[in-house]
């Protein structure tokens, strides 16, 4: 079999066999496929596209490239939630700790955040000594015992996703379809999780920014997961605006403990209970979706929640203490306002607009490696479909440095007032 005559038979738009797609992850584990027909075949998909049946191969064959978790020294079914990636977006946090409060195992897999979107664990080390990087072990244990834990993929876990993603960074083609889902469920399959509910954005902020594409990936993501033996299926959620009122890294620790003590914003919520009413629902712990609804919210109501959450923090070293004081975490010296230059309301607020704003205050990275400023970020005032008077403060700018003209010159080009406003929805579509 040569890597060349694979190419060829993608380019002209055939379907490889799994004994093909077999050879050429082999190939890129081990080193005896060179980068540039690797490229090459990465290129040929991305125009190409691939077949259910290839897309489930390439995802089974990338996650079989390393370990996979066994987690049945676990009791019960274990259920976790993915985001392709926002601003704002801190779902992750207070859901996994009511669906855990629930009675439902979240052993969840987190990411880093990387140019406008944020990223789960970044947050999480905002509190102090918290540890994302725990054992194997020390993981399964957690989670038999606490029903939680969010960690980082360990290097074993489909490595040949780290190979293949690299390239598709240079190379222009990392929108593609049957590449992202592969890389996505790849790692998802190798952790071990028996169902999984995946938070598809949509919008200005979102990796897929109109609804067609974001319902053909989020096809294409449960399809490879029923087809690996999961329970699987997704939401798309809106991404046109950022999601609660916090962005940056303390931030949004903040915003999600505050959520568990019953005071979060509305939006935040409502995607929460929507989330986690399928996880529950996915859990075996409800029979409808408004039963599994009332359960999440009495965890918040009884604080077992937010106990849910402590028990966490503690278990992987972070101090519990900024649960209720907040001041433990990183913040920046300056708060600086953001005054409307006229009166109306708010029409437009680009999400990855604002992602980038909080970005350059040094709240994201521009590349993998970049140190972050946990405690700079913005603190949102007014959202879409709100009211503001000339002078009134739009939002407030949490940063080390007074002097950011550039950044509030950003963030006014992205920010419209009108006469009316249309407020986006929250949740576009189910997909089971």
Do not use: W
């Not at 490879?224 to 999961?230: D, R, V």
């Not at 075996?284 to 849910?308: H, P, V």
């Amino acid at each position: 079999m040569r890597m060349v005559d694979i190419i060829d038979k993608k380019r002209n738009g055939k379907e490889l066999t799994d004994d093909e797609i077999n050879f050429f992850i082999d190939g890129v584990v081990n080193g005896s496929i060179p980068d540039y027909q690797t490229s090459a075949l990465l290129m040929s998909i991305y125009f190409r596209d691939m077949s259910d049946h290839e897309r489930t191969a390439l995802t089974m064959k990338m996650m079989q490239s390393g370990e996979r978790l066994d987690l049945s020294d676990i009791p019960g079914i274990k259920v976790d939630k993915h985001s392709t990636g926002g601003v704002g977006d801190k779902v992750s946090i207070p859901l996994a700790a009511m669906v855990a409060a629930v009675g439902i195992p979240v052993p969840m897999i987190s990411g880093r955040g990387l140019g406008h979107t944020g990223g789960t664990l970044d947050k999480l080390e905002s509190i102090p000594g918290f540890k994302v990087e725990i054992s194997k072990d020390a993981f399964i244990k957690q989670v038999a015992k606490e029903k939680l834990a969010i960690i980082g993929a360990t290097g074993d876990i489909a490595p040949a996703d780290k190979k293949i993603y690299a390239l598709r960074d240079v190379t222009d083609t990392v929108d593609s379809i049957p590449l992202i889902a592969s890389s996505i469920m790849s790692k998802k399959i190798a952790s071990g999780t028996d169902a999984l509910v995946i938070d598809v954005k949509t919008g200005a902020g979102a990796f897929m920014k109109t609804l067609e594409d974001s319902t053909n990936l989020a096809k294409a993501l449960v399809a490879i997961g029923k087809g690996a033996g999961m329970q699987c299926m997704a939401v798309i959620s809106d991404m046109n605006q950022p999601l609660g009122n916090k962005i940056g890294n303390t931030l949004e620790i903040e915003e999600s403990i505050d959520l568990l003590k019953g005071k979060g914003p509305e939006d935040l919520k409502a995607l929460i209970l929507t989330l986690g009413s399928y996880m529950v629902l996915l859990g075996g712990k409800a029979n409808s979706f408004e039963d599994a609804k009332r359960m999440l919210e009495k965890t918040i109501e009884s604080s077992e929640a937010l106990d849910r959450f402590r028990a966490m923090v503690d278990s992987q070293g972070g101090d519990a203490r900024v649960i209720d004081n907040y001041r433990l975490m990183p913040h920046a010296p300056f708060r600086l306002e953001l005054p409307a230059k006229k009166s109306g309301k708010v029409s437009k607020l680009s999400a990855d607009e604002i992602g980038i704003a909080s970005m350059m205050l040094g709240g994201g990275r521009q590349k993998a490696g970049d140190s972050l400023d946990y405690g700079v970020g913005i603190e949102l005032h007014k959202k879409m479909g709100d009211t503001v008077q000339k002078g009134e403060s739009l939002m407030t700018i949490h940063s080390n440095n007074e002097h950011i003209e550039e950044v509030k010159q950003l963030i006014y080009q992205n920010i419209e007032i009108s006469a009316e406003a249309t407020i986006p929805k929250m949740i576009y579509k189910i997909i089971k």
